[in-house]
Nanobody, 120 residues
Framework: QVQLVESGGGLVQAGGSLRLSCAAS????????MNWYRQAPGKQRELVAG???????NYRYSVKGRFTISRDNAKNTVYLQMNSLNPEDTAGYYC??????????????WGQGIQVTVSS
């Protein structure tokens, strides 16, 4: 059974930091591109950051220079270090694993989400 389990969310003041973690099932982690999405109330889910299986990263423009995504393949875990948080970062954050199979099929797996709230 594939599982993604997020941790590390919570309430923080503007300018503060949080680190999110997502522990994934070993069966998928090694070959998956790992992503963090977020969704604020009344808004669409948006990609925040991603890291490929060979450690290429990409970031949403609004978080560049503040957020850092990384992965530890030995622990099957992906991290999102979030610095200089502001109230606009308040959202539910979701871990996503994306696997492209040999025949081109793309499989998506999602965590249950974790709340990040930034107070002004």
């Amino acid at each position: 059974q594939v599982q993604l389990v997020e941790s590390g969310g919570g309430l923080v003041q503007a300018g503060g930091s949080l680190r999110l973690s997502c522990a994934a099932s070993a069966i998928i982690f090694r070959h998956a591109a790992m992503n963090w999405y977020r969704q604020a109330p009344g808004k669409q889910r948006e990609l925040v950051a991603g890291i490929t299986s060979d450690n290429k990263t990409n970031y949403r423009y609004s978080v560049k220079g503040r957020f850092t995504i990384s992965r530890d393949n030995a622990k099957n875990t992906v991290y999102l270090q979030m610095n200089s948080l502001n109230p606009e970062d308040t959202a539910g954050y979701y871990c996503n694993a994306k696997i492209t199979r040999w025949d081109g099929r793309v499989e998506d797996y999602w965590g249950q989400g974790i709340q990040v709230t930034v107070s002004s």
